[in-house]
């Protein structure tokens, strides 16, 4: 959610206004409590010198006492004496912390554990206090003629203080928000004028930005924003006089690198792929050659050298060969030697060339063909279906079958080559006419597969004005369907 500048601005006036405010607040309040403490204490402790006075008067002028005798007879009378004298409620205690007075009514004995801790405390000879709700009670040592005697309590009420506390914190509250309200509305609208001109040079920018070239600065200030307005107009003239030229060399400069960058993806792809498949019958050739440095009479090794090195050597050639006539197809214009082809009769002279193959293999080929003419090249035609056909047979499966059918509607050659092989998932469908991939690379590189095959077919065939599919098969084996149009 886009917050607006003048907004953020204000929101940041009042959060300082009401930091400030709080801040002073609370100094002044505290000033204040401490200020009623003090003048409380001051209160309190000249009513004890007063108290004391009493007492020791009494103490001395009557019949002469133990101070705990003292204290328990006179202790009653003293307590409302000296609440007439005070104006306050008063307790007292004997030097043990019992109750021998007090003024106040239905209140014979301390029964709160705080109000107990600051007796036993003034019982030390020191002043204690402890707040009950809106009364202090005021604990101070009593003084005997040589020791202390016991404790005066003072119950004084603090409703007034907190009455003027709670009135000045309503006066802080009142007045701070209505600081608070008018500060804010006054800033806002301040705000509002620096946001109008912000605005009006965002407007220019956009505007340059969609070559809309300002004629003059957009605003007119003797401050940093017209700075800024100025330099805004002087880049929107320097923009204008340069962009025509700039644009056309940086579409010729783009195209170039487009172009530089694809073809070195290409490169790179292609010559890795390379690298790679050549490296596996290199390593091969290598191991046996090492082998054979090893023991060099050792007879089946050499046999067996022999003849892996000879199948890795064909498999090496054969690479050679469908990288070339690959790289020729993508490379340069393909000439062919377009010429009526008989389909029927074509097909069945490829399958001848391959019954051996596939005899090897333990497969059987299929042949149901009508006749059909089409215009193509013939030796395309003949690597299409021979590439087509071997990959059939390399990856059946043993007493497996080569089925190739064709038929003509809309104007065309539909020929289909089923097999019973080990077939391609489905994951894989989308990658298989890709130079150098391979599904199975263990099992291509058993067969003496390269992965070129299948990428040299669909070139061939896209230069004949032909399609090729991988067709989805039900169970075993795979399905590829080719299309060419016929010759009227």
């Known amino acids: 959610m886009r917050v607006s500048i003048k907004l953020k601005f204000s929101l940041f006036l009042a959060l300082l206004l009401i930091l400030a405010v709080s801040v002073l607040s609370y100094v002044v309040l505290r000033g204040v409590e401490r200020n009623q403490q003090t003048q409380t204490e001051g209160y309190l402790n000249q009513h004890i010198k007063t108290v004391n006075l009493r007492v020791k008067q009494t103490f001395y002028t009557g019949t002469r006492l133990e101070p705990q005798a003292f204290m328990s007879q006179r202790g009653r009378g003293l307590a409302l004496e000296l609440a007439g004298f005070t104006g306050l409620e008063v307790t007292l205690y004997d030097a043990k912390g019992l109750q021998v007075g007090t003024s106040i009514q239905n209140d014979p004995a301390p029964g709160d554990q705080e109000v107990k801790d600051a007796l036993s405390y003034a019982l030390q000879n020191k002043i204690a206090y402890q707040s009950k709700g809106d009364s202090l009670l005021y604990l101070a040592p009593l003084q005997g003629p040589e020791e202390q005697m016991g404790v005066v309590q003072l119950h004084y009420s603090l409703q007034s203080n907190q009455a003027f506390l709670s009135t000045l914190q309503n006066l802080f509250l009142t007045t701070g928000a209505a600081v608070l309200v008018l500060s804010f509305i006054i800033g806002y609208l301040y705000f509002n004028r620096a946001v109008a001109a912000i605005r009006r040079l965002k407007q220019a920018a956009e505007e340059i930005q969609h070559a809309e070239y300002i004629t003059a ?65 290199l390593t091969s050739i290598k191991a046996y050659v090492d082998l ?32 070339l006539q690959l790289t020729a197809l993508e490379k340069y214009d393909f000439e062919s030697q377009a010429e009526l082809l008989e389909v029927s009769e074509s097909l069945r002279d490829i399958c001848g060339r391959m019954s051996g193959k596939a005899e090897r293999y333990e497969n059987t080929i299929k042949l149901e063909v009508e006749p059909a003419q089409i215009w193509i090249d013939k030796e395309s035609f003949m690597h299409i279906f021979i590439n087509l056909l071997d990959n059939a047979i390399k990856y059946n499966v043993p007493n497996g079958t080569i089925h190739i059918h064709n038929e003509i509607r809309d104007h065309r050659v539909w020929i289909t080559i089923r097999d019973t092989g080990i077939g391609i998932p489905q994951e894989f469908r989308d990658k298989i006419f890709e130079p150098f991939y391979t599904v199975n690379r263990d099992r291509s590189r058993q067969s003496g597969g390269t992965g070129l095959g299948l990428s040299l077919v669909r070139n061939l065939v896209e230069k004949q004005n032909g399609t090729i599919t991988l067709l989805e098969q039900e169970g075993e084996g795979s399905a590829f369907q080719l299309s060419f149009p016929i010759r009227a």
């Open 292 to 323: 054979l440095n090893m023991y060099d009479d050792d007879p089946k090794l050499l046999l067996e050298a022999k003849v892996s090195i000879a199948k890795e050597t064909q498999r090496l050639y054969e690479m050679v060969e469908k990288v």
């Open 217 to 281: 600065p957009p605003i007119k200030r003797k401050d940093e924003l017209g700075e800024l307005a100025q330099g805004i107009f002087f880049m929107s003239k320097e923009i204008e006089s340069n962009i025509a030229a700039k644009d056309e060399e940086q579409r010729k400069l783009q195209l170039a690198i487009q172009k530089l960058q694809a073809l070195e993806q290409q490169q790179k792809q292609y010559i890795g792929n390379i690298s790679h498949e050549f490296k596996t019958p």
